[in-house]
């Protein structure tokens, strides 16, 4: 009576009747105690061996399926039953814009159309539209908006490159991995590697509004890179090789002892005495990423 196809539910009617058929019904319920029924109009009304579809139902499970037909007071009904399982679909990505700032650091957006199931996202970059020739990848990456791209890492140059995105989601999801978005296209400038900058900064294990991030001693000094030529909302912080991020378990060489705990708690506030000695930032210290800018004023 009825049939599963990728969390599609459809069934087809077959009547004879020698009066017109003027409504036509479908109720479907989980099988349970307390579970009430779902009435669906089917309409127009449907002619004998015509496929009828219902509307996705996303919660798993076995349930009753009652077909109802009317004609002026006669009616004609048929039962049975179904099962589905998760019906949460893995839909591709949207890219709504890549682009390179004036800086080189290519920024990319783009959207989940459905994240109930969402496990994590991949990137690719390519020379080529069809992706013959990837010259960056990253998998395994949370969804960030917008994602900003290591460009120290990508090693990309001035040129025009291609830019794709897709999901991967739940193992109970029908598909585990979505399909790749639509491509996009952008402009890159060249990238220079930066070079290591002085920075006062202190681990996670203090509060954010704790003023000694303003003391100017070598206890709270470090050398950094940073994945923008100046310190700003969305950069990277990098160790001096430029290619380690700063995040906890590489940050040994930042402790004098361990007791400081920059290795093991990351880093919360950072500010660049060769820019703006005044200037606090707040630091995601999971990411090394510059999330904002502090109260604090030193």
């Known amino acids: 009576m009825a049939a599963v196809e990728d969390c599609k539910i459809s069934f087809n009617i077959d009547y004879t009747s020698s009066l017109s058929v003027d409504y036509a019904f479908a109720y479907y319920k989980k099988?349970?105690?307390?579970?009430?029924?779902?009435?669906?109009?089917?309409?127009?009304?449907?002619?004998?061996?015509?496929?009828?579809?219902?509307?996705?139902?996303?919660?798993?499970?076995?349930?009753?399926?009652?077909?109802?037909?009317?004609?002026?007071?006669?009616?004609?009904?048929?039962?049975?039953?179904?099962?589905?399982?998760?019906?949460?679909?893995?839909?591709?990505?949207?890219?709504?814009?890549?682009?390179?700032?004036?800086?080189?650091?290519?920024?990319?957006?783009?959207?989940?159309?459905?994240?109930?199931?969402?496990?994590?996202?991949?990137?690719?970059?390519?020379?080529?539209?069809?992706?013959?020739?990837?010259?960056?990848?990253?998998?395994?990456?949370?969804?960030?908006?917008?994602e900003n791209i290591d460009m120290n890492k990508a090693n990309i140059s001035k040129g025009t490159y291609y830019m794709r995105v897709r999901k991967y989601c739940s193992s109970e999801a029908e598909t585990g991995v979505s399909e790749w978005s639509d491509v996009s296209d952008f402009e890159a400038g060249d990238w220079i590697i930066q070079k290591p900058l002085q920075a006062f900064c202190i681990p996670d294990r203090y509060d954010r509004d704790n003023e000694i991030i303003c003391q100017r001693n070598n206890d709270w000094k470090r050398d950094v890179i940073l994945s923008t030529p100046e310190p700003k909302i969305g950069s990277l912080i990098y160790l001096k090789d430029g290619i380690t991020p700063a995040v906890p378990g590489n940050l040994k060489e930042f402790d004098i002892d361990p007791f400081v705990g920059f290795n093991n708690n990351g880093i919360r506030l950072i500010r660049f005495p060769d820019f703006d000695m005044s200037v606090v930032y707040e630091v995601n210290p999971q990411t090394g990423r510059i999330e904002g800018i502090s109260g604090l004023k030193c």
Do not use: H
């Open 31 to 146: 099988q349970g105690l307390g579970e009430q029924d779902v009435e669906e109009e089917i309409n127009p009304v449907p002619a004998s061996g015509t496929l009828v579809k219902l509307p996705i139902i996303q919660t798993p499970g076995t349930y009753d399926l009652r077909i109802k037909l009317l004609s002026g007071n006669v009616s004609a009904e048929r039962t049975g039953f179904f099962k589905i399982g998760m019906c949460a679909s893995c839909e591709k990505p949207s890219i709504s814009k890549v682009f390179a700032e004036g800086d080189g650091q290519i920024v990319l957006l783009y959207t989940l159309d459905n994240d109930l199931n969402f496990v994590a996202v991949e990137y690719q970059i390519a020379t080529d539209s069809k992706f013959t020739n990837i010259i960056y990848s990253k998998r395994g990456i949370g969804y960030s908006w917008p």
